[in-house]
């Protein structure tokens, strides 16, 4: 069975979440849940790259009517997403659908209010990350917002301890779920070329993660 684009996280699906606390506590999670207030009461959601389903939890406990569209490439990840989903047991104000697959899965004239990246955006190397973020802008409403959690040192250069950590990292997805990247992308460059400013910017882990509500300039101050 050939294997699908970007499907590498696959075999790291059992423990990705554990792994990811162990190292960084809970500072991705909180990174996750300081964009929660920018999501609409009732609005159209893409999550791409959510993996086993914990941003989902949160989305769905805010009681908000979403529309949600849950894209994830690794058949396992999106598997836990979907269990979790099934075994919620609060009242449902939202309506999810999975998909497996990249951002090429998303569909001729689909449009979202809002688009989340958690931790996504930093494995993918440059010519490739501007193919995803230009398909994904092309998706996002003229009004709509992209919400952005991921490793971005506010400190630049990055302190040696975010470096040796930031290089670990990629030594240790690229060996086993063969992520492209090898060092974080221009993060700035790609959005300012697509005409995004953030509104919002809060720092975590030491500076290390940033959680960001992004717009498109036209918009600012809207």
Same mark, same amino acid.
């Given at each position: 069975?050939? *294997? ?21 506590? =809970? ?17 159209? /959601?893409? /999550? ?8 989902? @939890? ?6 908000? $009517?979403? #529309? ?10 999106? *598997? ?6 099934? $075994?919620? $047991?609060?009242?449902?104000?939202? &309506? /999810? ?5 990249? @951002?090429?899965?998303? =569909? ?13 955006? #930093? ?19 003229? #009004? ?17 301890? *975010? &470096? ?13 779920? =063969? /992520?492209?990247?090898? *060092?974080?992308? #221009? ?24 959680? $960001?509500?992004? @717009? ?7």
């Amino acid at each position: 069975m050939p *294997q699908l684009p970007d499907s590498g996280f696959n075999r790291v699906a059992p423990f990705y979440d554990a792994l990811a606390r162990l190292v960084y506590g =809970n500072a991705l999670e909180q990174a996750q849940l300081a964009l929660l207030p920018f999501v609409p009461q009732q609005t159209r /959601v893409l /999550v791409i790259g959510g993996g086993t389903g914990w941003l989902l @939890e949160q989305l769905l406990q805010t009681g908000k $009517k979403l #529309d949600i569209l849950y894209l994830e490439a690794a058949p396992a990840m999106l *598997q836990r997403a979907e269990r979790k989903y099934s $075994k919620y $047991k609060k009242p449902l104000h939202c &309506h /999810v659908t999975f998909r497996l697959g990249t @951002e090429q899965s998303i =569909n001729p004239g689909e449009q979202f209010d809002v688009i989340f990246t958690p931790f996504l955006l #930093d494995l993918f190397p440059p010519q490739r990350l501007q193919v995803l973020m230009s398909k994904l802008a092309a998706a996002l409403s003229p #009004d709509g917002q992209w919400l952005f959690a991921d490793f971005w040192p506010v400190q630049q250069p990055a302190p040696w301890w *975010q &470096h040796l950590l930031i290089r670990g990292m990629y030594t240790f997805f690229g060996w086993l779920s =063969n /992520v492209q990247a090898t *060092q974080l992308p #221009d993060y700035k460059a790609h959005f300012d070329a697509l005409g995004f400013r953030e509104k919002y910017s809060q720092p975590f882990y030491g500076g290390m993660v940033q959680a $960001k509500a992004l @717009e498109r300039v036209g918009e600012l101050g809207s």
